[in-house]
């Protein structure tokens, strides 16, 4: 039934019209808005969709802060798309996310959408609100909703989250309210970067079965940091990776301390959205 409401709901964002590419280096893209999930934002949320160029907009969160966010659009409408969630703020931003790895999503045809957390980089608020109680969520959600709306959504059924080191937090937050909240589009796949006991500040990897057994769930994890991924993989549904480099390192620095990561994860991705 979640599936078919989906699936009738994303109706809504078929239709698709191309947008003026952003002047410069970018610039605000306009508000997402925060109604429902289905494109029904109040603003231009999705002014980078059906474009070729990336652009840099900001949308509101339920709690009313702002955030800044890249957004690489495909020039597709109705496509997969994801979600990129940093380090942990302030000290990181989506500048953590490097090129190649954005390229490379973009090559295999997926929208990006990489996002300053809030309290980091472009984006307002408090940092430790990011990880630590129950608004972090709000980041993800709010990124969510400018992805499917505007004025050329993506598929409700393909929005993949990529958390790095707590950015695993805000993923896994968003994950279990989502999935219970039907009007909220579980994602579709998530990327663990690193995961640790911070990822389950607030919730329990292992106590939502319903939601998270069926998920494509990709663990990263360099062997020095592997054991928090590794305690999940001996009972894990068939749907969830484990993947350890070496050479590797924490979160984002991953992708520079091993190449192969780039197109591992890249590669997950695509196969599952």
């Known amino acids: 039934m979640r599936r078919a409401l989906m699936v009738i709901l ?3 964002v078929l239709a698709c019209r191309e947008s ?10 306009g508000f997402g808005g925060s109604g429902a999930w ?27 802060v702002k955030l800044e966010a890249a957004d690489y659009p495909t020039g597709e409408g ?23 790895f954005i390229e490379a999503l973009g090559k295999k045809k997926i929208r990006v959408l990489n996002v300053d957390r809030r ?14 109680g129950a608004n972090g969520k709000l ?17 409700p059924l393909r929005i993949g989250i990529v958390g790095a080191s ?40 292992g106590a939502h079965h319903d939601q998270l057994d069926p998920m494509p769930i990709q663990f990263v994890f360099s062997p020095a940091e592997g054991a928090w991924s590794q305690g999940y993989q001996k009972s894990a549904p068939a749907a969830w990776r484990f993947e350890s480099f070496d050479p590797g390192d924490h979160g984002t620095k991953m992708f520079d301390a091993n190449a192969e990561s780039i197109e591992r994860v890249a590669g997950f991705l695509a196969e599952v959205l």
């Open 139 to 155: 980041d993800a959600k709010a990124a969510v909703q400018h992805l499917l709306g505007g004025q050329c959504g993506v598929d």
């Open 10 to 12: 994303g109706l809504g």
């Open 38 to 64: 289905a494109g029904t934002g109040g603003g231009s949320g999705g002014s980078a969709a059906c474009a070729n160029q990336p652009a840099v907009v900001s949308f509101i969160t339920d709690d009313g």
């Open 78 to 100: 109705l496509g997969p798309s994801v979600v990129l969630l940093h380090m942990i703020p302030p000290a990181n931003d989506r500048s953590n996310y490097p090129k190649a």
């Open 119 to 132: 309290g980091a980089g472009a984006s307002e608020g408090v940092a430790e609100d990011a990880y630590l």
């Open 166 to 205: 707590n950015g695993t937090t805000t993923a896994l937050d968003y994950a279990v309210y989502s999935g219970e909240n039907p009007d909220q589009p579980l994602p579709s796949a998530m990327v663990l970067l690193t995961g640790g006991a911070y990822t389950e500040n607030q919730n329990v990897l």
């Open 20 to 29: 003026e590419p952003a002047a410069g280096n970018g610039g605000d893209g």
